[in-house]
């Protein structure tokens, strides 16, 4: 990590890569990150503790990973890891973390109503925020799920197809966000005439993050994310994390945490991706 990279870690934690709540999904192989920098394999999939009798389900598969490459699901019942039935995410993780990098499993699974065999090879556990730039960057943002609007914030993100998207998940309390959410605010003015939108997304209260934004003069836009749901689905971990999101939706970079590194290079990346066409049928948002 760069040294002068500043942020809070929070308890969304994204040790596989998905920010969740951990009373309800976990992730294999979940052990702590610090014995992941040693080498631990990695499947690379988010596991519900679900009331399944006979299997674990695959709530979410990190785009590259090695479930990914093997074939492995969003809705996958996991039945059985190298022939040993598992009943819970912990089971599964305890099955992987007994291979290293590189080494193969057999994981049986359910699908609808098809048995089937994946091969998986196994492959060293990237850090979280590699693995948020691994499922993020390329794909498309996630639609915001009840999210609340402050004033006339944007409620979806596809409202703001044909606009270039910075969208910044902060607190209220936290320090690196404060940082930087002043120079979100100089580049909304810089460059919002020419089709850039700022987008700040926080689990504060809205009366606390009017406050804030009248305190310290936010010029951007704010929704409230009450239930951390949006959160979740761009698996983040730290804050502050800041999306930067092309006119078609597509994520074009991540940066996790307040780097004044990054800042002349997410300008850069601003400024070209502001000179590109819209898509046809872009409909600017508000």
């Known amino acids: 990590m760069n040294a002068s990279r500043f942020f809070v870690r929070i308890a969304l934690v994204a040790i596989a890569g998905v920010a969740v709540d951990a009373s309800r999904v976990a992730f294999a192989a979940d052990l702590p990150v610090a014995r992941a920098a040693a080498g631990h394999a990695w499947l690379g999939v988010a596991m519900e503790k679900t009331p399944l009798a ?62 089937l065999t994946v091969h998986v090879s196994l492959d060293v556990r990237p850090s979280a925020d590699e693995v948020t730039r691994m499922d993020r960057v390329g794909a498309f943002a996630p ?36 940082f930087l959410a002043p120079r979100l605010s100089a580049m909304q003015a810089r460059y919002g005439a020419q089709g850039l939108r700022v987008v700040g997304v926080t689990t504060d209260g809205a009366e606390k993050v009017a406050e804030f934004a009248q305190r310290t003069g936010l010029k951007y836009a704010m929704d409230i994310d009450p239930n951390g749901t949006t959160s979740r689905a761009y698996s983040v971990s730290v804050l502050p994390t800041l999306f930067v999101i092309d006119k078609r939706g597509v994520v074009r970079d991540v940066a996790m945490g307040y780097d004044p590194g990054r800042e002349v290079e997410i300008e850069a990346l601003v400024k070209e991706l502001l000179a590109e066409p819209a898509p046809d049928g872009a409909q600017p948002g508000r």
């Open 143 to 178: 639609e915001w799920v009840g999210v609340e609007p402050v004033g006339s914030a944007p409620s979806r993100v596809a409202s703001l197809r044909g606009k270039v998207v910075l969208l910044d998940f902060w607190a209220t309390w936290c320090g690196p966000c404060r």
């Open 54 to 115: 006979d299997g674990v389900l695959v709530a979410h598969v990190i785009r590259g990973s090695p479930a990914d490459k093997a074939g492995l699901k969003e809705g996958d019942a996991i039945r059985a890891i190298d022939g040993t039935k598992v009943s819970s995410p912990a089971d599964v993780m305890r099955l992987v973390a007994d291979h290293g990098p590189g080494d193969a499993i057999v994981a049986t699974i359910a699908r609808a109503d098809a048995a």
